[in-house]
């Protein structure tokens, strides 16, 4: 499987022995799928790949994030992916970061818990941001 950077638009590739897949053929093969409502609306209705300027997605991306919170509010369910997903996430690149920084071995617990910031430290320095606050 070859996964292209992220948000570059660029297509997953999987080869299965001989067979390449990629695109719709790619989609078919996972079950099918097209994009509804605001996703459908800035990614097209496969949204798999796209030729935008990363500005362009990455904004689009927020919109969709932003209109699926909304959703849930008004449907009275959980967003697609809620605060601690997210805090998972992030914290999972950043233990990552923080292992290279320090050579030590990180949990990403210790990094969603503060416990273990001193690649992020070294990044809020240089932006002038003191504990997640703004420097004055």
């Known amino acids: 499987m070859s996964v292209p950077r992220e948000r570059t638009g660029e297509p997953v590739v999987v080869r299965l022995g001989e067979q390449t897949l990629t695109g719709g053929d790619l989609r078919e093969a996972?079950?099918?799928?097209?994009?509804?409502?605001?996703?459908?609306?800035?990614?097209?209705?496969?949204?798999?790949?796209?030729?935008?300027?990363?500005?362009?997605?990455?904004?689009?991306?927020?919109?969709?994030?932003?209109?699926?919170?909304?959703?849930?509010?008004?449907?009275?369910?959980?967003?697609?992916?809620?605060?601690?997903?997210?805090?998972?996430?992030?914290?999972?690149?950043?233990?990552?970061?923080?292992?290279?920084?320090?050579?030590e071995w990180v949990t990403v617990s210790d990094v969603a818990n503060g416990a273990i910031s001193a690649a992020q430290d070294e990044i809020d320095e240089i932006l002038g941001l003191i504990g997640g606050v703004q420097a004055r």
């Open 30 to 103: 996972v079950g099918g799928f097209e994009f509804a409502g605001v996703t459908r609306s800035l990614l097209g209705p496969q949204g798999t790949e796209y030729e935008m300027p990363f500005e362009t997605i990455d904004a689009a991306l927020i919109a969709i994030e932003i209109d699926d919170f909304i959703q849930a509010i008004r449907d009275g369910r959980a967003p697609e992916v809620d605060g601690l997903d997210g805090l998972s996430a992030v914290a999972d690149v950043w233990a990552v970061a923080e292992a290279g920084h320090s050579g």
